[in-house]
């Protein structure tokens, strides 16, 4: 029984479904990162994040990532632009995407500051999409090459895309199953009670309970999307949900691309030939027909490797978001396994820390304002964020270094307050950072500071051992 | 039959799963805090703005105005009275405008009245003012940099440390008397139009600025919500607290030179007012956090916080009491106390240091404040 389904499921995948719907995803995404680029000219933030920060926060193993001279950021926007009008219109549109991919993730590589859920999402398609095609339909590549076209798409395409989708939905549920979320109704009380002023519903953001519902109601919408988008008796149901969901994250918080990104996503979900009946209402004529649903043929398709990569690449992002469970600790508090793991909107932290240098050999002391180093935004960010104190106290060790001082040690104290409770000390301010590194292997960091849940101050967590005295 | 009982027990399960979930919320929900609705946070604001704000700019124009008629009586009549008057009659100036730095955002910002009135001047460029041809009106002066115009500028020809005499031959004897006096008379002229401008830009009658504070809206470009106005003078708060630890009070105690005192860094050093100004500043923040100039009412910022975590709102109090308590006993003045009082000082820098750190943390969090240093995007 379990092998016949297995077989059925795999038989399923490469079944053609009508590509109206991945075709309509393609275009709507270029068009999507054509105004996310257009946003970034348009706000000042090209200048903002790459140019005039003297320091920057790389990510593990691509330190080598830097802003281009000159106009070198600006040209790489430029490029991207242009590029999200190709993804749109299917030209060139492999090249097209691949390219997209590695300028957008080489923009967002260069600083941890700037890090987004979406834009780590942006990075998971543009890979994904790489080896879709989805400039079969409704593309200048499909009209230049009549070979290259095709109506129907194999079953796995759509359901990677969707997949990719689902499992943000997924993860970030699952994230909220937590005491902050369930229990404290946190950080959606803060975040609620500064907001009393939005339209309509404002007046009850004060009540204590709409927050337990709005948490409740977050989680369940998280947990329970795709299920309703995908299922038809609640696809109805499941699609205002999203609408207003998002909707409402538009105007509550600030959010850009992210809420547009997951509506336009979600229209994945929907019967793959969603499109022709949009235009059949429309008025359209031409063309509405559902296509032919001819079988691919099996013996030309490589289905092994299709479904090997899927299953590899999935199973990498089953993992990431699971990664924090091999750390000790509140992965909100650590944030170790914190980034790419669809952990959205789930926490308020407020930071604030003070580096002190000694020199041994002489006693002397400096204190270190992370503002002379960084701008105000990185400051902020990085105070709250463990891996970020490491790396700023290295950039400043290093250039206490260049100033001629001997083995400089450098010290903090980190403080910081998380979803509502009192402040705590973040980092142990016993241990040299300076004498601590990043790895690659998931190893704690043990001079981050226990969360004690009880009094909110911070303990030596319980696994740990002092490093340095 | 069998089919009606199983429907009719799926919909009393599903009943009473719903009824208990909603019960387990009401009862928590009893158990959380209840923070302030929008009407209640703009009656804040406007707390803020009545009893803070505008009084203290207020101050700020009449100390200005007692400033220029003081030192117009010095330059006409130079005296050791006279001298005496003018000098305290700068402190009493430097009061209300320290006490107006936690607001020192808006029109103090568009207007670039902090840049021309309160910055650090570069004293051989005031000289060659005076050395100089131009007339020295107001209107000259107020075509000038801002290292060679303003408080410090005044302070520079008013004060030399404990060396009134020094002063008084400046302004006696000196070659360049008469422009001395001239340039004494048009800076205070100066600094007064500029605190009146202030002034007016925030007034009813004038621009109006405090309408667009306690008046947000859709229609309001400055600020759309009311949480855009929290979060502007949170944010004003914190930066306050940051200048005043990291360069006020640690610069000078040689934090940035390796535990060398560096007295020339300090605020208002021929004048000996730094303790002052660092003091004047710390009440500002206390001001806008209170809602009132007196320290004593539970408005302002503080019925918001006490609201979400009144455990939050006492630690501020007690921070901010600590903090002020704290640098006024440093003993005067700061050039020596850096020196010989070290201790005292580096109280002060660990007490404020206490208060940056729980506005930037529990502060801006229990109130869900943006500390907005960009229009970033979030999720």
């Not at chain 1, 999507?32 to 946003?39: D, F, K, P, S």
């Not at chain 1, 180093?373 to 790396?391: G, N, S, V």
């Given at each position: 029984m379990a092998t016949n389904s297995k077989t059925s499921i795999r038989q399923r995948l490469f079944e053609p479904v009508d590509g109206a719907s991945v075709a309509a995803f393609r275009i709507a995404f270029?068009?999507?990162?054509?105004?996310?680029?257009?946003?970034?000219?348009?706000?000042?933030?090209?200048?903002e994040y790459f140019l005039t920060p003297k320091h920057f926060f790389p990510y593990y193993g691509f330190e080598w990532v830097r802003p281009w001279p000159g106009a070198g950021m600006y040209i790489h926007f430029a490029a991207m632009g242009v590029l999200a009008v190709l993804i749109a219109a299917g030209v060139f549109y492999r090249a097209s995407v691949a390219l997209f991919g590695i300028?957008?993730?080489?923009?967002?590589?260069?600083?941890?500051?700037?890090?987004?859920?979406?834009?780590?999402l942006v990075i998971c398609l543009c890979f994904l999409m790489t080896f879709l095609p989805l400039h079969?339909?409704?593309?200048?590549?499909?009209?230049?090459?009549?070979?290259?076209?095709?109506?129907?798409?194999?079953?796995?395409?759509?359901?990677?895309?969707?997949a990719q989708v689902g499992l943000v939905y997924l993860f970030g549920g699952i994230a909220k199953l937590k005491g902050d979320w369930l229990i404290d109704a946190q950080p959606m009380q803060i975040w609620l009670a500064a907001n009393t002023d939005f339209p309509v519903l404002g007046h009850l953001f004060g009540e204590p309970w709409v927050a337990h519902a709005l948490s409740y109601?977050?989680?369940?919408?998280?947990?329970?999307?795709?299920?309703?988008?995908?299922?038809?008796?609640t696809r109805l149901l499941g699609f205002v949900a999203v609408v207003v969901f998002h909707l409402m994250t538009v105007r509550l918080f600030q959010l850009g691309m992210f809420p547009w990104i997951m509506m336009v996503s979600s229209l994945l979900f929907l019967p793959p030939g969603w499109p022709r009946h949009v235009l059949a209402m429309l008025g359209r004529r031409t063309n509405l027909a559902a296509p032919s649903m001819q079988p691919f043929d099996a013996a030309n398709r490589p289905r092994r490797l299709v479904l090997a990569f899927l299953g590899l690449y999935f199973a990498f992002h089953v993992f990431m978001p699971l990664r924090h469970l091999l750390y000790p600790g509140n992965v909100y508090w650590t944030e170790e396994g914190f980034r790419f793991s669809w952990n959205v909107m789930l926490m308020e932290k407020d930071g604030s820390a003070d580096f002190h240098v000694t020199e041994p050999s002489t006693g002397r002391r400096w204190e270190v304002a992370p503002t002379d180093?960084?701008?105000?935004?990185?400051?902020?960010?990085?105070?709250?964020?463990?891996?970020?104190?490491?790396?700023f106290a290295h950039i400043v060790a290093d250039d206490f270094r260049s100033r001629g001082v001997q083995d400089p040690e450098i010290r903090v104290d980190a403080f910081a307050s998380l979803n509502g409770r009192r402040h705590a000390r973040l980092v142990?301010?016993?241990?040299?950072?300076?004498?601590?590194?990043?790895?690659?292997?998931?190893?704690p960091k043990r001079w981050i500071l226990s969360l004690n849940a009880e009094d909110g101050y911070g303990r030596p967590r319980s696994a740990a051992r002092k490093v340095r005295p | 039959m069998r089919a009606l009982l199983s429907r009719w027990s799926r919909v009393a399960f599903a009943s009473s799963f719903a009824a208990a979930l909603v019960a387990l919320v009401l009862v928590m929900a009893t158990c959380a805090p209840v923070p302030l609705g929008d009407g209640e946070k703009r009656v804040v604001v406007r707390g803020i703005a009545e009893a803070v704000i505008l009084p203290t700019l207020d101050d700020v124009v009449a100390r200005a105005e007692a400033m220029t008629a003081?030192?117009?009586q010095l330059a006409t009549t130079p005296s050791q009275a006279n001298l005496d008057a003018a000098q305290d009659a700068w402190r009493a100036a430097r009061i209300p405008w320290k006490e107006g730095e936690a607001f020192a955002f808006g029109p103090a910002m568009d207007l670039r009245i902090v840049a021309a009135i309160d910055q650090t001047i570069d004293a051989t460029k005031v000289e060659m003012e005076i050395v100089g041809t131009g007339t020295l009106s107001e209107s000259y002066v107020d075509s000038l940099g801002a290292n060679r115009k303003g408080f410090h500028a005044i302070e520079y020809l008013l004060f030399r440390g404990d060396d009134d005499a020094d002063v008084l031959v400046s302004l006696t004897t000196d070659a360049q008397v008469a422009r001395r006096r001239d340039l004494l008379v048009a800076?205070?002229?100066?600094?007064?139009?500029?605190?009146t401008e202030l002034r007016s830009a925030w007034a009813i009658d004038g621009g109006q600025y405090i309408t667009k504070l306690a008046e947000p809206g859709s229609s309001n470009n400055a600020y759309p919500t009311i949480k855009a106005v929290i979060d502007t003078l949170v944010n004003e708060s914190v930066f306050l607290s940051e200048l005043i630890a990291n360069n006020k009070l640690g610069k000078p105690m040689g934090t940035a030179s390796g535990g060398t005192p560096q007295p020339e860094l300090e605020e208002s050093g021929p004048s000996d007012n730094s303790i002052a100004d660092m003091a004047g500043n710390l009440r500002s923040i206390r001001n806008v956090y209170l809602g009132t100039r007196t320290g004593a009412a539970d408005r302002g910022i503080s019925q918001l916080v006490a609201a979400q975590s009144p455990e939050t709102d006492q630690a501020v109090r007690d921070a901010l009491d600590g903090a002020i308590r704290a640098v006024e006993a440093i003993p005067r003045p700061y050039r020596t106390a850096l020196v010989e009082h070290q201790s005292d000082v580096e109280a002060a820098h660990e007490a404020v240091k206490t208060l940056k750190r729980i506005l930037a943390t529990e502060v801006v969090a229990v109130l869900g404040a943006t500390l907005k240093f960009n229009d970033n995007d979030g999720d």
């Open positions: 270029g068009l999507l990162m054509l105004i996310a680029v257009v946003r970034f000219f348009a706000h000042g933030w090209i200048a300028l957008f993730a080489y923009a967002h590589l260069i600083d941890k500051t700037n890090y987004l859920n979406h834009y780590y079969r339909s409704t593309s200048v590549d499909a009209w230049r090459k009549p070979t290259l076209r095709s109506a129907t798409f194999p079953a796995w395409v759509l359901w990677a895309l969707r109601a977050g989680a369940a919408f998280d947990l329970s999307i795709v299920p309703l988008l995908l299922w038809h008796r180093y960084l701008t105000r935004y990185q400051a902020k960010m990085m105070a709250a964020q463990p891996d970020m104190i490491l790396q142990d301010p016993s241990v040299d950072l300076a004498r601590e590194n990043e790895g690659l292997l998931p190893k | 003081a030192n117009e800076l205070s002229q100066n600094l007064e139009r500029k605190t």
